[in-house]
T-cell receptor
Framework: NAGVMQNPRHLVRRRGQEARLRCSPM?????VYWYRQLPEEGLKFMVY????????ESGMPKERFSAEFPKEGPSILRIQQVVRGDSAAYFC?????????????FGDGTRLSIL | SQKIEQNSEALNIQEGKTATLTCNYT??????LQWYRQDPGRGPVFLLL?????KEKRKERLKVTFDTTLKQSLFHITASQPADSATYLC??????????FGKGTMLLVSP
């Protein structure tokens, strides 16, 4: 009974490159949330997706960042033309339903480093 | 603006004592409040959820209180153990199902 799987665990990119972060939710979960955590900062919500739909992207920068959760396969968080400030830990969480009383199940994150 | 505040200073206690962590919030009227534990290099792990009409919730050695008048939640770990050392995060619903987290408080339990 695998939990939320994120890969890669560590990703190094040079400025200007693209970063692709993947998240496979827990089995039976169709709701995915992406968060970013900077050193000494809390988790910041970025985007909430259901299968094939973006429900809430209010926390995601308007430029360079995009997310998808296709019908088949993992959710992808894509960062184009990365800059040093994108260095952070990116966490994905999933839940079986969209209810405010539901806990979220987190993966162990992808640590993105920009050279 | 909405804020969630947790004590940024680490809490150091001795094994066997009760640890009490605080979460204060402003400009929220949450129906639910959640607590998570995060270990270094790992993702947060859900611990407890408490509803606005619940004053207190318990799970094994954990106890959470929720005072909507004071806009505060207290998180207690009784008979603390070194294995309880971690960062503890408080979270509130900011959207229907999206969460806003506090920065967390690090707990260090020494033997």
């Amino acid at each position: 009974n695998a939990g939320v799987m994120q890969n890669p665990r560590h990703l190094v990119r040079r400025r200007g490159q693209e970063a692709r972060l993947r998240c496979s939710p827990m089995k039976g979960h169709s709701h995915v949330y992406w968060y970013r955590q900077l050193p000494e900062e809390g988790l910041k919500f970025m985007v909430y997706l259901q299968k094939e739909n973006i429900i809430d992207e209010s926390g995601m920068p308007k430029e360079r960042f995009s997310a998808e959760f296709p019908k088949e396969g993992p959710s992808i968080l894509r960062i184009q033309q990365v800059v040093r400030g994108d260095s952070a830990a990116y966490f994905c969480a999933s839940s079986p339903v969209s209810e405010p009383n539901q806990p979220q199940h987190f993966g162990d994150g992808t640590r993105l480093s920009i050279l | 603006s909405q804020k969630i505040e947790q004590n940024s200073e680490a809490l150091n206690i001795q094994e066997g004592k009760t640890a009490t962590l605080t979460c204060n919030y402003t400009n929220y009227s949450p129906a639910y409040l959640q607590w998570y534990r995060q270990d270094p290099g790992r993702g947060p792990v859900f611990l407890l959820l408490i509803r606005e009409n619940e004053k207190e919730k318990r799970k094994e050695r954990l106890k959470v209180t929720f005072d909507t008048t004071l806009k505060q939640s207290l998180f207690h770990i009784t008979a603390s153990q070194p294995a309880d050392s971690a960062t503890y995060l408080c979270a509130l619903n900011s959207g229907y199902s999206t969460l806003t987290f506090g920065k967390g408080t690090m707990l260090l339990v020494s033997p």
